[in-house]
């Protein structure tokens, strides 16, 4: 894609407003003034007062398809795009907790090139060692890809962590291993993260 058509589409994975434009390439993004994720409202604005409804299946697809199956420049643009755009939506929607950063922080947890990617609930002692205070820390958190990325890391320990403890019986060496693997994202004596510890 060339970069204006490659923008429009991080844009519809974002869930953002696309709008047909007086342009060579048709359309281009929409204003975020006025549009909130929450909205009951269509991705893009047509002709006559149509529009494409927005789909959470198609904006992971999308996603998906822009930062995990695509390759070489396009790819790096695409991320670029993306991560711009994770800091956007998450100041104009006042918070990080977004529909868009949920789906971004999904296919971080997917991630095979990551460095949980490759580890299985049968050996802990290789799960990444990580703590509330590096995913969530005032280090971090200005940098909204960053930070997801470090939380689909912990949804990948934290689920792991579960198949372990569904077994029946609960195979207890297993678990000794893990404790000291979520421990840290589990529990904090930082009154900022008990939220998140709740959550």
Same mark, same amino acid.
């Given at each position: ?17 696309t709008l047909r434009a ?14 909130s994720e929450n909205m009951d409202s269509g991705i ?29 420049? =396009? ?6 795009? &993306?991560?711009?755009? %994770?800091?956007?939506? +998450?100041?104009?929607?006042? *918070? /990080? ?64 962590? =579960? ?6 019986? &609960?195979?207890?060496? %297993?678990?000794?291993? +893990?404790?000291?693997?979520? *421990? /840290? ?15």
């Amino acid at each position: 894609l060339e970069p204006a058509s490659l923008r429009v589409v991080c844009s519809v994975a974002a869930g953002l407003p696309t709008l047909r434009a007086q342009s060579v390439s048709g359309i281009a993004g929409g204003s975020l003034e006025g549009w909130s994720e929450n909205m009951d409202s269509g991705i893009a604005q047509l002709a006559e007062g149509l529009y494409v409804p927005r789909s959470s299946c198609l904006n992971l697809a999308l996603l998906r398809k822009l930062i995990v199956s695509s390759s070489g420049d =396009a790819k790096e643009q695409a991320i670029k795009h &993306i991560e711009e755009l %994770l800091k956007v939506v +998450a100041e104009h929607e006042k *918070h /990080n907790d977004t529909l868009f950063a949920t789906r971004y922080a999904i296919l971080q947890e997917e991630d095979k090139t990551a460095a949980h990617g490759n580890c299985t609930y049968e050996e802990p002692e290789k799960w990444p060692d990580l703590a509330l205070e590096d995913i969530f820390g005032p280090e971090v958190k200005p940098n909204t890809a960053r930070m997801l990325q470090l939380v689909g890391q912990c949804r990948c320990i934290l689920a792991m962590y =579960a198949q372990i403890l569904v077994q029946d019986p &609960i195979d207890h060496e %297993l678990h000794t291993k +893990a404790v000291p693997k979520v *421990h /840290n994202l589990l529990q904090t004596q930082n009154p900022s993260f008990r939220s998140v510890c709740r959550s």
